[in-house]
């Protein structure tokens, strides 16, 4: 991919970095290096590293650009807030042209910002004026997430060969206003860099706000863990956040898309409150977002795919999900009830299992006969095994059933977030099966109906893609926590059958036959 | 000990068996033999068995035949349905001399019952006349219980060289009334003489009332397993029946004075319908019952314990009948709601759980991915453990926690007897608390007061011989049920954890990383 340098930069001696100037040509060979770094090569064949925000990212494919004309039968104008199921711009219902004056989040108005570009794509037929979007795309950096056929799996995204991590970890008590507001700070250090930077809760929660709108129409954005004000400084609570917190940051790292967004690497290179602040406003002013992003998916070397098979894979998927979240949320019920037993009546009942059995024992020792030390002694010992079975069991659950449930939480978030983005298929599909209609009234040509098929053909692969990212972490994390759950489950039996002979088994032995 | 025969009998060849003659007076040299024989001696210096209802033991201590004076002054008169807590003869409040008409269970009124021979003892030295009790002992066999010095322990009672046992087994239907009415009949066999006899629950009722009359006052007489008039030819129910029923004789077995008493061995000896009704029309008259019973026990070479002794052993032995009652309830109580527990919403959550893992794993087949049969397979045989844990859990109480729960219900039952025992001694201790004023107002004499405190002592002895026997008993008892529940408990861990690792876990391990 070639690119143009937007600024100069002076490559560091020694840091394998590239030296460029503003408006030089590179090209890309590595965008995957994260931490807000890429590699390039300049026309000299000199490779190296380049800030990522210094150059531009310019290969947004045509076709997806001509996204509608100015005739009023928009095609995709579907994609309201009822077919999108949680989208809360209305744009598609807005009369085309309007202007509301806002700095819409929404690419759809961008034809009013004042983006000279418009791009005529080779494509299109229409002699129609074109409202031109996305035009601000030579300004931002816009990467094209490749699908491409992975084999019997069908469609999946390119994955990058260094697989982005990141820890984090080291809560801290930050305070501002002069010590009058108090907040925690999580180190998050990512793997590539292995420079850690602090985030506050809601610089995460900014960060989701922002996935959201950039790609809540193709891929499922998990919420974070729940907000909460009261006892947020507690040590508890502040640990299950960080954990949480890494799942997601996990999730997101493992994304091929996610993770390589500009947004996602400026969270994770924070270097001073200047550039996050000017980092942010640019985020906040990226218009490829909600179903603009899939302009920037480009399914490589693949068919076009028929209504039909569109539709029965969008069919397939959303069977699937709902499915699963049926399971997941089942799973959840009865393992957020097997908690419960396990750490509050059951670990009692042991309890009073085991002081009853040492009350008989005082009771026994009382007795003034002579000759039972052992057994009262032994009964002392069950007692107490039943007491530490009592706790035993009191904390298994966040030995093991905490990962699956966890594990199972951030599921059900995932799955969550699929009705949304079925839901942009489905109101997808039902205007491609409309257009005969429209192109037999003239309202469209055959050209801009093909081009919806396109569109459609792009946003299934975008889906199986997705799916297929779904599926194999699914796959992972499913065999991993089940893997960890039974393993700690062995242990924990392996561990009360230990308690259990070693102490008042054998003590019981002990007294024989009387 | 001498005794006289009462009937002929003839030796069968071959059998150990000594032929004796109406009116001869032989030696018992061994009265432990069982099953409805003793050894005797006859004069010729001739050994061998003779049938226990051929011959008549007389050597009631004399002592203990003065009962009461004449004089209104019933020493003993506190031994009313309220002191002793239970017993529902109102013998005591009667009038002296009066008779009701009826022959009554208690021996009190035996005087007119038209026995001549009345028993003056040695140390009566009283002028009043006698109110003669225990004289039909001449008609009756009537065995002396010795207590004696058992070392560390204290008083124990004479225990028998061979511990008589019995197998209770092998319920059978049977009907009566040409098939309109029908029953259970349970197989008891003793150990003594492997000779089998049947009997029907009403029988073993019929022993318990008989052997609570006689003997409730010294010896605890547990209750036998609840009635049911519902369902009780459910197979559930009578074999439950049968294992409490053999419980029961079991205890009754091992007491030295229950499993030598003439009713016990009448029902252990069933020979046929004539002999079985005989003897119990003979056991119903037996007229030393109640507080009788004292008066055939002898503590052989112990000196007579004084006033404050007494007093205090009853006291201590209260005390822990009391505590060990509330201990053993305690545990019944939570042991109760563990069983409902383990049987009821605790293996339903394993099977849930379960069935959630086989669900998500069917889920997980329909998704269209490939490659995740090992995945889905391990999840299924996650689920299929959690489901043989489910049914391990729910089957585990009938394995160790029965036991455990059976011997407390045992325990319970026979600790609730010990308030009635304890109540007739705390009678007795403040009749003879009472007797100096009554010597000094002329009610009683000195040698009637002294005779009081002997008895006093007597029944101390004896409640002392209980104690020791119920000690032994429920050291040998709690020790071996402990370890059962203990061991079965280890079993049931190392069951669980091997189900755990031999499929599921084994499975994930299979699966690999993705």
Redesign the interface.
Known sequence: VTTRVLYDFTAEPGNNELSVREGETITITNQNIGGGWIEAKNSRGEVGLVPEDYIEVWSVKCSFLMLFTSNGNDPWAVFDSNASGGFSNNWAAQPEGTETGETSSSAWHSGGHGHPQAYQGPGNNSNKPMVLIAISFYMMRVRIYTVFQGG??GPVWAYPDYQLDCVVADPKKGTKMYGLKSYIEYQVTPTTTNKPVNHRYKHFDWLYERLLDKYGSAIPIPCLPDKQVTGRFEEEFIKMRMERLQGWMTRMCRHPVVSSSEVFQLFLSYKDEKDWKMGKRKAEKDETVEVMIFSTIEPEGLPDLDLIEVEQKCE?FN??TR??D???K??LT??N??WK?CTG??PK?YQ??GK??Q??SS??N???????AT?TD??TA?GKTYEDIAQMVAEQPKKDLHFLMETNNEYKGLLGCFPDTIGVHKAAIEKVKEADKLVATGKITTSEKITMSKRASTMSYALQAE??HF??N???D???V??QY??Q??KF??M??CG??SK??RA??N????
Chains 1, 2 share one sequence.
């Open positions: 019997e799996a397939q069977r699937f499915a699963m049926d399971g997941v089942d799973l009865i393992g009830e097997h037993r009546p059951l009942e009073r299992i009853a059995f009350n008989l009771v026994f009382s007795s003034g006969y002579e000759g039972e057994l032994a009964l069950a799916m297929n599926h194999s699914r796959i992972y499913y065999n991993r089940m893997q039974l393993e489950q062995g039996y392996e009360v059958k259990n002979n008042s088994s019981f032995h007294v024989g036959r009387c």
